[in-house]
């Protein structure tokens, strides 16, 4: 079964400056997705960024970027420039790539890391 | 698209009783999904829908849990029998294939009393 850790439960950052959230997994899978999931308070939860294994480009969306280390099964997630909606729950997902297309996109994920940001 | 929608937003019930929880998916995705998420913790995997077809279940679902999606559309998860521990904030998902994202509603949070 794979697992997903977050190592960090609360991480701070000053508004405008760049934060790193930590992410590692466990699989003997060779094919997989990773996904960073926001969370703000009393609200659902959203997809930020995506990675699939096979790609050795780390994913970029706008301010967030990942670093994806897959022998290290390591998935970071580093938000610059930021800003007070950043603060939220930060989860760690994975997903399996394998199965027929019967199979669903269920998703492990991690414990979480909240993020506040100070103005 | 409307998103994903879930009733009622919260449920206070007493330790025995039977609840039950709706999830109106996105109109188009045939894909639901139900994650149990308890405080402070990542969300855990229930149970999967494709059309009105039950494909997975969780080893979490218990034998007093159970979820119907009858015609394909929205879906139900009951809860028969509560117990406290299983307070938490139920979470349904939906989404269009194998790989379009999750789409996730605003959840239902369960208090057993």
């Known amino acids: 079964a794979q697992t997903v850790t977050q190592s960090q439960p609360e991480m701070s950052v000053q508004e405008a400056e760049t934060v790193t959230l930590s992410c590692t997994y466990d699989t003997s899978e060779s094919d997989y997705y990773l996904f960073w999931y926001k969370q703000p308070p009393s609200r659902q939860m959203i997809l930020v960024i995506r990675q699939e294994a096979y790609k050795q480009q780390n994913a970029t969306e706008n301010r967030f970027s990942v670093n994806f280390q897959k022998a290290a099964k390591s998935f970071s997630l580093k938000i610059s420039d930021s800003q007070l909606g950043d603060a939220a729950m930060y989860f760690c997902?994975?997903?399996?790539?394998?199965?027929?297309?019967?199979?669903?996109?269920?998703?492990?994920f991690g414990g979480g890391t909240r993020l506040m940001v100070k103005p | 698209d409307t998103g994903v929608s879930q009733n009622p937003r919260h449920k206070i019930t007493k330790r025995g009783q039977n609840v039950t929880f709706r999830c109106d998916p996105i109109s188009e995705h045939n894909r639901l999904y139900w994650y149990r998420q308890t405080l402070g913790q990542g969300p855990e995997f229930l149970t999967y829908f494709q059309n009105e077809a039950q494909l997975e279940k969780s080893r979490l679902l218990s034998d007093r849990f159970s979820a119907e999606r009858p015609k394909g559309s929205f879906s139900t998860l009951e809860i028969q029998r509560t117990e406290q521990g299983d307070s938490a904030m139920y979470l349904c998902?939906?989404?269009?294939?194998?790989?379009?994202?999750?789409?996730f509603g605003n959840g239902t949070r369960l208090t057993v009393t």
């Open positions: 998902a939906s989404s269009r294939d194998r790989n379009s994202p999750l789409h």
């Open positions: 997902a994975y997903r399996s790539g394998g199965g027929n297309n019967n199979a669903g996109n269920m998703l492990t």
